[in-house]
């Protein structure tokens, strides 16, 4: 699948040596050290049938910040990111408005990339659509099977849990949540003669009226969870899967935190199944973008989309800013006064890097390099540049405004 234009990146002062990047893995709620190298990441993608643009927006911009800090540390990255173009909700939500879903699809994947390129976010290495990596998806799934642990079940296959150490054990939430998120995000617990109610549907059988493709288990279409273990194992890990030296298949795995359970759970699990290998080093997820309540929703009705938010002045900067300038993992209730916010630290960092004489940036820079490396402490980062402000305004000099807004620009995505 194409993906969106690249973005520059000044070059990186590799002079002094960069902080390891200490995330907080979101399962064992414990900082992990990311030194893998090369740095894998994968990062679930859209499900392009209905998105809430800005909510998307925050999420890809969490994993931006980490992207461009490996990248600025010197360290070789490798960056996938999937759509999941053939899925339930899309097929419903074209069937619904009487339209094709592959134009549906095609529309909002084109949105997708028009928001990503407005916010500056760097694209991935691979960006893949599940329908172009069926040959993969299918081979992965072959692989799950020939280990035995999936059962049929009216031509439909599901992975056996009970069957996999620690898959019913090691569950993020109690047993009751569990199956009770599982049916709420596309999961069938109740479905009759299962083996347990969150065994995961791996390959589901042609059904009349929906796309499918030909199989070695007959035709039909994969689950959602082992397109992204195909993807991922199959562009980032390198084959054959026993061989790599990490203990775990990649460093990172990715997205919003609605797909904390059952998604990236069952992910691992299958990925696991598989290799042998725990799936990922460390699991990160980014809080939602919630609104304050029916009111705010309504009146902001149309300005939930990045491009819609361009369209009545607010730059991509603003944007950026106003989504990156918080704890990536906790909720956020969107008000335009995070905007206005943004746009007025922006002014005046903008301000204070036009004078003639700024105050010393070099210590600036540490400090926007130590903070994200703390578990992505924007707050903190913007926090030290506009303390540098006030020194600035107040007469300071000896630094260098290029420096700091190679900074801003390398290590932040604010191009000024
Ligand atoms: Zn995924």
Redesign the pocket.
Known sequence: MRSWPSVYLPPSDVSTEHPVLRLTDSYKNEVIELKDLPITSYV?GITPYDATHLGHAATYLTFDLIHRFVIASGKKLHYTQ?ITDIDDPLLERAKRDNQNWEDLATSQIELFREDMTELRVLPPDNYLGVVESMPKVIEHIMALINTGNTYELQGDIYLDLNAIPDALTDLPVSLDEALAIFAARGGDPGRTGKRHPLDTLIWSAQRPGEPSWESPFGNGRPGWHIE?VAIALDTLTGQPWGNAESSTSISLQG?GSD?RFP?HYM?SVQARAITGRKFARVYLHAGMIAWQGEKMSKSLGNLVFVSKLREVGWSGNEIRLALINRDYRTDLNWEMGLLEEARFNLQRINSALSREEVAPTQNIVLEIRNSLSNDLNVQGAIKAVLEWCKETEAGAGGGSAGELSRALDLYLGIAL
């Open positions: 679930c999937n992204c997205g797909l998604h992910t």
